[in-house]
């Protein structure tokens, strides 16, 4: 194969006058006695060609079985394929994870709803894995799509606990957003689950809402005009942050978590924080802390006078049984020092910039 590389960029060829130099990327598999599914052989040929253009092109790779890079695409594939053929069954299931109101822990029960997903073995997959290759492959809207009908399905078969909770928040994708029958079939359903459809907030990130502002913001207002709220996600992680949240009209910030997790280690991270909560309430709108781990965190964002958090230094993604026995967020935290802390209100400023 390398002799093969070498002879097709020896020859230059010459097109309307004007000379190209021609290379060639080539991938490499082994296929034998061994190899028992041709399907997956031609997929490793084609990762293996991908490779080589990853590393420059104009190259040579080959992978065996034994590459975790070629066992790691081997399995994305397999759940794209279950992804393709298996929405909806019981691999698929929701799981919410609360957003505590950090002024009202005990009268508030607001979460985010998240879409979990098991293999053939009954092993619960890593979101960021079937995620990952659902957002590479083109199958975000139909992941979407199944948890916005599953949520107001749910809602409205359990009414007493959608009539109780605050706000229950989904995330769009990129792919959704830009989906004309995506969005077709969302209003549609906002429209037949209407008292459910009033407890939702859509969480968008600023990627995807910049990659047509005008769009976006038509979608923004039809949601605000639905019933339904929303929320701009990932705050303060973009370039133009500022600039397009004057743009779109929202309910909520919710401020990016690389500057929550570290904000009692850099005080660049304090500063920007306590900017964005002060903007949003200028605004009119509420804040979300995400990725409160620790409950020096949580103290930080009771001092910035943060409305809502959430993260494993409160609550964990729980089961929806769970949360429909649950009264309130606060219910549902089991850390005494966070309890203490949030039924005080006690942010010394010990806990602050250590």
């Known amino acids: ?4 590389r070498e002879a097709i960029c020896a020859e230059a060829f010459e097109v309307d006058g004007k000379v190209l130099n021609v290379t060639v990327s080539i991938g490499i598999v082994a296929l034998d006695a061994a190899s028992s599914d041709y399907v997956d052989v031609m997929a490793a040929a084609g990762r293996a060609c991908s490779e080589a253009k990853t590393r420059g092109r104009n190259c040579v790779v080959q992978l065996s079985e034994q590459d975790s890079m070629l066992q790691s695409h081997l399995h994305e594939l397999r759940v794209v394929a279950n992804l393709q053929q298996r929405i909806p069954t019981d691999r698929y299931f929701l799981e919410l994870q609360p957003i505590v109101s950090l ?43 199944w948890v916005l009908r599953n949520t107001l399905e749910w809602l409205d078969a359990n009414p007493n606990h959608r009539d109780r909770i605050t706000f229950a928040t989904l995330n769009l994708s990129g792919a959704s957003l830009n989906d004309r029958r995506f969005i077709d079939d969302a209003f549609s359903l906002i429209e037949n ?17 910049l990659h047509d502002i005008g769009s976006t913001r ?33 309910d909520f910030i ?18 920007i924080t306590r900017t964005i909560v002060d903007l949003t309430h200028e605004l ?9 781990e620790t409950h020096d965190t ?3 964002l ?9 993260g494993f230094g409160l609550v964990r993604p729980v089961c929806p049984d769970l949360v429909l026995a649950a009264d309130s967020c606060g219910s549902l935290i089991t850390d005494p020092k966070v309890i203490s802390l949030l039924s005080t209100g006690n942010t010394s400023k010990s806990h602050v910039l250590l």
């Open 302 to 310: 009771l001092d910035l006078k943060v409305d809502f958090a959430q």
């Open 103 to 145: 002024r009202a822990p005990d009268s508030s029960l607001s979460y985010e709803v998240l879409i979990r997903m098991r293999d053939e073995e009954g092993l619960v997959v890593p979101p960021s894995r079937f995620i990952g290759a659902a957002e590479r492959h083109g199958l975000m809207s139909q992941i979407d799509r």
């Open 298 to 300: 949580v103290a930080s």
């Open 1 to 4: 194969m390398e002799r093969v």
């Open 193 to 209: 689950h209407r008292a459910s459809a009033a407890k939702l907030c859509f969480e968008i990130t600023e990627s995807v809402a």
């Open 284 to 292: 009119g709108m509420r804040s979300i802390a995400e990725w409160a």
């Open 254 to 271: 919710k401020i990016d978590g690389s500057f929550v997790k570290d904000i009692n280690l850099n005080p660049a991270n304090y500063a």
């Open 218 to 250: 038509r979608f923004a207002d039809r949601i605000r005009q639905s019933g339904s709220m929303l929320a701009l996600d990932d705050f303060g992680a973009g370039y133009t942050s500022f600039n397009y949240l004057k743009e779109i009209p929202a």
